[in-house]
């Protein structure tokens, strides 16, 4: 089983439906992140979550919310979906506390809004 | 802020050519550096890392070190394969405990055979 995942895999949804983005670990590590790639953007951070407690702003987070339901959990949510929002989002975690850490990565969920 | 700057694609390139991909990147303090591949269809994977001025990173051919002085980290690999195909992308990991990862942009990389 894979240490980050990432359900759905692939979702098509409509413009103006809420929908949610699920994110599982078996890490057990403290930092969670939500990315989305976009071709000749990379990566851009969404939100991020030191701990349980701790959520905050990416670069990008207009449009979306987040929650740390646990320590294993973290999902995104897209209150109501816009065709820009179309991209391939990416979960990732990391350890806490040390700065030489990789983060490690789920397979990714490709959304398409129509 | 912290940022990376790496080198824009498509690098199309013969099966056992040398291969560089730029990598520079602004921060205060030491940060950690990385690249990272992502392979056609999956997530992105740690290819190497260096956390500290002058070490070097190597995995699968693949290295590269970090330079302070240029503020600059290049992916090189001496004789590239098909299977090498992939899109690379260098990121760092500022000093602070409360960093952050940043991402560059992404090379993607085309190997002929």
């Known amino acids: 089983d894979a240490d980050v995942t990432q359900t759905p895999r692939n979702r098509i949804t409509k413009t103006g439906k809420r929908i949610m983005l699920e994110c599982s670990q078996t890490k057990g590590h403290d930092r969670m992140y939500w990315y989305r790639q976009d071709p000749g953007l990379g990566l851009r951070l969404i939100y991020y979550s030191f701990d349980v407690k701790d959520i905050n702003k990416g670069e990008i987070s207009d449009g979306y919310s987040v929650s740390r339901q646990a320590q294993a959990k973290f999902s995104l949510s897209l209150e109501s979906a816009i065709p820009n929002q179309t991209a391939l989002y990416f979960c990732a975690t990391s350890e806490s506390g040390q700065k030489n850490t990789e983060a490690f990565f789920g397979q990714g969920t490709r959304l398409t809004v129509v | 802020g912290n940022s990376v700057t790496q080198m824009e694609g498509p690098v199309t390139l013969s099966e056992e050519a040398f291969l560089t991909i730029n990598c520079t990147y602004t921060?205060?303090?030491?940060?950690?550096l990385f690249w990272y591949v992502q392979y056609p269809g999956e997530g992105l994977q740690l290819l190497l890392k260096a956390t500290k001025a002058d070490d070097k990173g190597s995995n699968k051919g693949f290295e590269a070190t970090y330079r302070k002085e240029t503020t600059s980290f290049h992916l090189e690999k001496g004789s590239v394969q098909v299977s090498d195909s992939a899109v690379y992308f260098c990121?760092?990991?500022?000093?602070?405990?409360?960093?952050?990862?940043?991402f560059g942009s992404g090379t993607r990389l085309s190997i002929r055979p």
């Open positions: 921060a205060t303090g030491y940060p950690s």
């Open positions: 990121a760092l990991r500022g000093y602070s405990s409360a960093s952050k990862i940043i």
